[in-house]
């Protein structure tokens, strides 16, 4: 069992629970001969592609279309928003060479570390007149940093995500949709996965690179840090005028036009789903996104009761594949079904049948719920129905537990010994501040990482009394967490 | 009209009916700032994804799971099996650098070409027992060559594909395995999507580097040119002994394992579907890949007559949607409704509503068929039933023409002349032949690019008279074509 199973507590020690659940769930494997990079293993590859399906749908439903740009960026591209080229710069890959390395290229290509560049170059031929906006494009891709220090699915030298790139006639319109990112991250990291979050205006200094305002959503990991899963720029016009994005307004003048882009870190929201709804035997999958959603264990000791035994099951199965469930029987003979239960628990399927020659007899099925970890009967023939309330119940489940997590950790301080006291504590700190950039540094130095994290979306600036860390005239109230 | 629609005839000069259709129909930009990258425009992008779904759905359902392995591969890995170095060496780019470049990497890490050296590396860790075997792995993704010469879905820098890897504890297994592929392709490549091809072994001085035998599916072009569409290998256990792949067998003995590995060609299988289908209007695609499958156009010359015809045209959306098709109604006020027709039979859209006045009135639809370029009326109560019809008799048609020019483009000959005249009149070649590479090479420059494609799979070799080309005794008959 302690092999197989995971050995520490959850709570106790997030981390080391963290690297067993990855490896022992056959999530990833970090044995790949070159750092940073790690093999996507089955049970993960369908999780994601899960996800990945839920903010297609999304963006698709609000008017965005897929593309697929190529994976490298001249220097030359990449080189034209200044501050975007300092943001990046240091943490990208170049290739240089081709064939057997005495051909070198004729300029250096960088891998994507996220695509503005790419993007916006062809934006300069496709927009041309109002007619062409908005233009609301998007991609699901891999991309490429050189990040000095990676954890699997939170930080990586190759990661996935969706960037989706809109470009509009108007301010007005480009804010506007900022708001429509944060509503497909509620839909599904929220609705959806059951992660909750908080939707922040990062502070002036914590600015993507290009971006005149960055929006982000936070998720709280079960250590007490903060996570983004999932980011929005307002990029005003900073790349429209140099890779020269302009329109034929219907004034007959020309402008440029107003650009956002968002990012949902499929690969961080992975780790965040794991994390959250995890427990102590390991995963615990919301139904939507479990690559198996019931399984079904046959239970026998006589080779007499083998045959009606799995017969039941292979009947169960064929009604809820019947039904558009993903469902499998375990029929292993190699193993007990204590070992199965186990297994299953730790991959976090969420519905598992067991079933004996009593259910056979009695017409009955027990279902196990992987949330609640509670068996109850079921008759066959209201099997189907149970099924598809267990489907909404867990996740209510799930997200109720999260909520409940994530609202016990934020709490409100008005003193340097308050914010000191909570962050140490593996608090979310809520709190009035002065706005300042030195008092932002000063705050982290003395809380060892303690981060401002930025006020709400619709916050308005105004006097709020004095700043929790320096005492002079707060004009905002901030969000600070330690962050991954 | 000239603007808009396609002007050459796909007969007469296919390479330009090609390039037109590609930027016309809004498929690709070739405009990127990289040679031979290429970006892909949303209504490709669909249509590719929905190319993906249909091989993945197959994959899974032989047993593979999906997977995702890094991007880079170190220069050790590559470098493990010797034909297979030999094979790709010249076309690799090569990560050399990272951030400002001052930071050199200690190794060179190549840009997958393919992901043998990559999945086997891992192979060697997650293979140990028998129990472990088959083990039937796959990933869709970009590949990396550095190609001279490009031509947009057929041969690029940057392509997309689908890889299997697949490990067996016989040869059986995985000779067993091929058939299982080629069986795969004829369902999506063939049944789904109406391309007729060839599935031949190829010659030995042909295949793959590394392989012990490669077998490939070729289409016939409209030019008569073939494109190898995917192709499986046999790679024995040529991988297996450099990258130690062993299992521990019922009998007690450690042993190598024997592997294949399958590639559809998914961007190539993109090109073949558009120009064997196309005609000189543009593209016609099949109602499952189609991004919109029923066009709704709307048509009132009086403004009295507008809401009649719109709601009529809203609630035929309504109707198909809720029947799960994609539909569309295409309102725009600034085009005609013939400007609009030529839009939609450009881009491919099996079936064309159109909704007049006269239409509203008489509680019909007018239905046009895009392969057929051809129009009828249907009274509204049967339109459902009537689109579900059309969805099978437009492939079917598809198929037919298709298989109707495939056959049509094969002959046999048995002498040089024959040979010749025929390659030159863009026909494929099957004759006897004497299996010397000499004589293929001798067939190739005398012919101006004739190759020697293969065998039929099942084919046995024997006495088959004299080789066509030269004349020594014949031990096989193969298929002789101009390739792309």
Known sequence: ?????????????????????????????????????????????????????????ELEKTGHEPVLF????????????KEHVEGFRAEVFWITEVGDGSEKLDRKLALRPTSETAFYYMYSYWIQSWRDLP?????????YRYEKNTRPLMRGREFLWIEAHDAFATHEEALQQIREDMENSRKVIWEKLGIPFLFLRRPPWDKFGGAEDTYAAD??????????????????QRFAKPFNVTFLDKDGQRKYVWQ?????????????LI???????????????????????????????????????????????GAGYRVQVDAREEYTPGYKFNEWELKGVPIRLEVGVKEVETNTVTVFRRDLLRKEKVPDEKLLEHIKYLEGAI????????????????????????????LRSGKIVKMPFCGREECANDLKEATDGGKIRGTEIDFKEGDYGKCAWCGAPARQIVYVAKAY
Chains 1, 2 share one sequence.
């Open 260 to 272: 956002t882009c968002y990012g949902p870190g499929v690969w961080r929201i992975a780790a965040a």
């Open 395 to 422: 996740l209510e489940e799930l997200k109720n537990r999260a909520k409940n997590f994530f609202e016990s950790r934020i709490v409100n301080a008005t003193s340097r010994q308050e914010v000191k006291e909570a």
């Open 135 to 143: 233009l609301k494009l998007y991609q699901s891709v891999s991309v």
């Open 219 to 236: 998720t709280i990991m079960p250590d007490g840090r903060v996570l983004q899963i999932s980011s929005t720029h307002d990029l005003g």
């Open 70 to 81: 190529p994976l490298v960026i001249p220097e030359e591209n990449f080189e034209k928003e």
């Open 275 to 321: 994390s959250i709804h995890g427990d102590d035997k390991g995963l615990v999958l919301p139904v939507e996104v479990a690559p198996v959603q019931v399984i079904i264990i046959p239970i026998y000791y006589k080779d007499a009761d083998k045959e009606k035994v799995l017969g039941k099951c292979r009947r169960l199965e064929e009604l809820l594949k």
């Open 1 to 57: 069992m302690s092999e197989q199973g995971i050995t520490v507590k959850k709570s106790e020690n997030f981390s080391e629970w963290y690297s067993q659940v990855l490896i022992k769930a056959g999530l990833v494997d970090l044995r790949y001969n070159v750092q940073g990079f790690i093999v996507h293993r089955p049970w993960l590859m369908r999780i994601i592609r899960a996800i990945y399906r839920m903010f297609e749908e």
